[in-house]
């Protein structure tokens, strides 16, 4: 796919960086700075009647609305059920990084699939990232307030590692540099930081005016979105599946399931094969100057790949960090001065920052980590599973699904080893819980030693030094014993120029004429003489 510049807020007269505030929003999108900096977004109406289309999309997130828009842009039509409102939940809340890859890491998917087939997915995922930012240019998407590039830091001091990562990144065809510590502490001006993996072709977007701007691409091209309609039962029989909705029943030939983890008791065993998780957000008030003294990086960071610590500069000044999970519903207050807390380990300089915004926003992880998409049975198709990697996967997913319905393209089966797999229930959320606190542990334990050690290291070449500048003095000190010595020898007189100044030195420091000592007597016989 070839790439394509986007449009950037500036460009349209406004602040950079920050899109402007047009719609008064649904308190349903939550308290987070993306609402707040929303472009507009017609309420839809309710499904009231009952209606005929070629293809049912159920999930306006950014899932249902991709394969909903590429499916009418070819000419079929399509409906989109939401229960609540477009993109409320992770399509809208979520951080906006659009990267290649998975939500499962490279070596896992190599080990899983052989290098072959993991190189075919990283192009695929790459094509979501291309897709995505075609698609803003391309329709000149309002308040998008795009910037370039990701970082993925090591916090622990691994050099050999991060290299062998990129050399892994790089055989299936992934467009990487690796940094040293050097720049990355250029960038990033924080002590924690060790050597990073940068990714130039990712870049960052408002995820909730990019599914606003989608959803009126996709009605532009014929799409009928319905709001506040929850599909509450599918009859996926015969070629005329039928949805019911409360108050209208949708007949499709194909059905798309693009739920994530909403879908619950429309199909409790796909549901079950999703782990819920939330996770939280905060953006600073303004920062001013103060950010530079920190960042001066206009991409994302991410310092782990778990939950924790993702990062980047939104509005021109402002920090948005995002971390922390539960499988539990939570407070994103209270999760929000434990984000505070992350930022400042990580940067002191920004101990002071204040927040404006706090959000939590829930996710769908499979077991394996990896995207469900596939045909379940004949003309259902789902699209789900997208974890914290979804902008580029949904995309991707969107694309593929539209492609195997429309021309019999069935890359969609690269993705058949990462089966439905039941989550565990509860029991597999306290497992995943148990394993993020594990994770997040060590992973505070490994930065703590590498910075202990590196901390190590600056007291002991400032201990050499100081040593070293000890042991310069001691020596200059016995050689000038040695030669004030021979002085008093009476070696002097056949002599250097440097043993005359420094025998002249001698007199003028200290020796008076009423001192009778033998050295005394003979430096005046030598000053005498000379
Ligand atoms: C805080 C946070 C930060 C994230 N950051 C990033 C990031 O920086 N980069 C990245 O790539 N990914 C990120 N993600 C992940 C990404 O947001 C998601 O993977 C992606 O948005 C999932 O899209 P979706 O369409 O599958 O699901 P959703 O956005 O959840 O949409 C599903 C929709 O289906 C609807 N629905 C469900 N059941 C029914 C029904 N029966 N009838 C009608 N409608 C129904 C729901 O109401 C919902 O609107 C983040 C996620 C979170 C929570």
Same mark, same amino acid.
């Given at each position: 796919m070839e790439k394509a510049s986007m449009s950037s807020d500036t460009a349209s007269g406004?602040?950079?960086?920050e899109p402007q505030v047009v719609a008064p929003q649904?308190?349903?999108? *939550?308290?987070t700075y993306f609402a707040a900096t929303a472009v507009e977004m017609p309420k839809r109406p309710p499904l009231t009647q009952d209606i005929d289309v070629d293809i049912c999309v159920i999930g306006g997130g950014l899932a249902g609305l991709t394969t909903a828009y590429e499916m009418a842009r070819r000419g079929w039509s399509v409906a989109v059920l939401e229960s #609540? &409102? %477009?993109?409320?939940?992770a399509s809208g809340r979520n951080t906006g990084f659009v990267l290649p890859g998975f939500g499962q890491s490279v070596d896992k998917i190599v080990e899983r699939v052989g290098p072959d087939h993991a190189r075919e997915l990283w192009t695929l995922s790459q094509g979501g990232v291309d897709y995505v930012r075609q698609t803003i240019a391309e329709s000149e998407m309002q308040g998008i307030a795009p910037s370039e590039g990701w970082l993925h830091v090591s916090k622990t001091d691994r050099a050999r590692q991060v290299s062998d990562d990129a050399d892994l990144l790089r055989s299936l065809g992934a467009d990487i540099e690796v940094w040293p510590e050097r720049l990355v502490r250029s960038k990033l001006k924080s002590d924690r930081y060790f050597q990073a993996i940068h990714f130039p072709t990712a870049f960052n977007i408002h995820p909730l005016n990019y599914a606003a701007g989608l959803a009126k691409l996709a009605e532009d091209a014929g799409v009928r979105i319905f709001e506040e309609t929850r599909a509450l039962s599918i009859d996926p029989a015969g070629v005329r599946k039928r949805i019911e909705t409360a108050n209208g029943r949708v007949r499709a030939a194909r059905i798309v399931l693009? *739920?994530? %983890?909403?879908l619950g008791e429309l199909m409790p065993e796909i549901a079950q094969t999703l782990m819920p998780v939330h996770t939280f957000v905060i953006v600073t008030k303004p920062l001013g100057a103060t950010l530079s003294e920190a960042i001066d990086y206009p991409g994302s960071v991410s310092d782990t790949d778990w939950a924790d610590s993702h990062y980047r500069i939104v509005g021109g000044d402002r920090l948005m960090w995002c971390g922390r999970m539960t499988v539990w519903d939570a407070h994103p207050r209270r999760f929000g001065r434990k984000l505070r807390r992350d930022l400042r380990n990580r940067f002191p300089q920004l101990a002071d920052a204040e927040i404006d915004y706090a959000w939590a926003g829930t996710l769908g992880l499979s077991v394996h980590r990896m995207p469900q998409i596939g045909e379940l049975s004949s003309g259902v198709w789902l699209a789900s599973g997208f974890g914290g990697h979804g902008i580029n996967t949904t995309a991707m997913a969107g694309n593929l699904i539209t492609r195997a319905m429309?021309? *019999?393209?069935? #890359?969609? &089966?690269?993705?058949?080893?990462f089966e439905l797999v039941w989550a565990g229930g509860r029991a597999g959320r306290i497992v995943l819980q148990t394993a993020y606190w594990g994770q997040r542990k060590y992973e505070t334990w490994a930065s703590g030693r590498s910075h202990g050690s590196e901390v190590r290291r600056i007291r002991a070449d400032a201990r050499a030094k100081k040593e070293a500048a000890a042991a310069a003095e001691r020596l200059q000190a016995e050689t000038d014993a040695a030669e004030t010595a021979r002085i008093a020898a009476g070696q002097i007189g056949t002599h250097t120029d440097q043993q005359v100044v420094y025998a002249e030195d001698m007199a003028t420091a200290g020796v008076d004429?009423?001192?009778?000592s033998r050295f005394a007597r003979r430096l005046r016989k030598w000053r005498d003489r000379t």
């Open positions: 406004q602040t950079p960086g649904d308190a349903l999108y *939550g308290e #609540r &409102r %477009v993109a409320w939940n693009a *739920g994530n %983890v909403h429309t021309e *019999g393209d069935d #890359r969609w &089966r690269l993705f058949q080893p004429q009423a001192d009778d």
